[in-house]
DNA sequence: TCAGGTCATCACGGTTTCATCACATCTGAG
DNA sequence: CTCAGATGTGATGAAACCGTGATGACCTGA
């Protein structure tokens, strides 16, 4: 399994124990991200949209662990390892009813953790992708909610039919769409008309967006994003 | 969420234990069934087809439960919960490189069980896409969702016939198929024109991709992948 | 009403595909 | 070994397909 790119954000007050836990995720191929507080923890969170995120129960300040497990659940699904010192067992089903997928006791071993990881990831990894946010490229974010797209940052002006289809592309991602599958997804099933509409569309993405965001030409079918 | 009739297998040498395990479940709508040795695990399991396995580690007798999750691995993904009483960080990740997808050191609490059932549970709902993924060679994977022929890792332009052709012999491989079934799985039915026609586009995908792929022909017959 | 933007459709031109052909090479039965 | 039939291979012209600029209908807010 490669995990190359695969992001994790690690919550946690003690510097030690983060990072220790970085570094054998980095050595995983993993890029790793640290947050030591509550707050800072919501903002990493946010920056970073990660894959995972690694949460210490006891954080020291305003919001300790369960309090920041439930304001990341208000806006995504993303899976959650709890870190917990206190043993006690209501911790432990108070955190998964939470939402959390797995907990850790500490102390822990970083292999055991990384082995944790690795078998929440492989299950997530069907395309949930609950998240708002897509990252189309380095460049290119797609977000959702917010309904923009940016490109180095920048928010692009894009029409209404070029971001339906573009986030219909992302949410399928990986998967080659015959134009029809395009047209009944973004303009409707009863929608009549003509199938090179969809071409004229790619077009004005890939002007807009750069030809970096991945959109393919699959030749006698349709197209595939990413 | 509602747990009902969805089956759980517990596999675990211990009635105490066995019997305790199943009320918890029971008590949460899943209907829960036993098995007391890795014999009798493999025959339930066949039998009841359950949407997940507790699976003791330690089970007297010829199959312990590392075998028993191996030969289930063979023809299943079906999530598999370890019940270890050795605590030793080895069996756990082992466990969990086996394709286990949780663990719980004795003695655990049975009301954690179920919630980590449930967590596990949650996950899988996921509509779970398959992977539509053939491996033709050591070198050569065809991806038909993406509609995409990688060669060490590198995309390979196919034209539309030459991917339909490659699929469908990926589709029937280690089956000596005459240019007619070609024709008609391919091209359709209805299609009229030369036998040959497959030997031309035969001739391309062994250029594009190499011998190696295993592409044989059946003199006076027709080909066979694999 | 008007200006500006959106959007489906059209037509043209370049590119890719692909069935077929002709010839070279191979296979295996006798 | 011979030879007839089967398969491999390069070339080719037509058809299919896609990218692109233009056009006019439509909508919306000033």
Redesign the interface.
Same mark, same amino acid.
Not at 218 to 221: A, L, P, Q, S, T
């Given at each position: 399994m490669s995990n190359d790119g695969t992001i994790v954000v690690i919550v946690e007050d003690d510097p030690n124990i983060s990072d220790l836990v970085e570094l054998y995720l980095r050595r995983d191929g993993f890029r790793a991200y640290q947050a030591e507080s509550g707050e800072r923890a919501l903002e990493v969170i946010d920056e970073r949209n990660p894959s995972l995120i690694l949460l210490d129960v006891g954080l020291p300040g305003e919001l300790d662990g369960l309090d920041v497990c439930r304001r990341v659940r208000t806006k995504s699904q993303v899976p959650i390892i709890f870190m917990t010192a206190r043993d006690d067992?209501i911790d432990? !089903?108070l955190g998964?009813?939470l939402g959390? =997928? =797995?907990y850790v006791t500490k102390p822990f071993?970083p292999?055991?953790l990384v082995?944790?990881v690795?078998? @929440?990831l492989r %299950? !997530?990894e *069907?395309?949930?992708q609950e998240s708002s946010k897509f990252e189309l490229s380095d460049h290119v974010i797609l977000d959702s909610t917010r309904r923009e797209v940016t490109l180095n940052g920048e928010p692009v002006a894009l029409a209404t039919r070029e971001f339906d289809l573009l986030e219909f592309l992302a949410g399928n991602r &990986? @998967? *080659?769409l015959s134009r029809r599958q395009l047209l009944d997804g973004v303009w409707g099933d009863d929608w009549i008309g003509d199938d090179r509409t969809v071409d004229v569309h790619v077009r004005q993405l890939r002007k807009k967006l750069g030809d970096d965001i991945g959109l393919a030409t @699959?030749? &006698? !079918?349709g197209y %595939?994003l990413g």
């Open positions: 067992e432990r !089903v998964l009813e959390a =997928d =797995d071993s292999r055991e082995a944790r690795k078998a @929440i %299950r !997530v *069907a395309p949930q &990986g @998967i *080659a @699959i030749w &006698g !079918v %595939r």
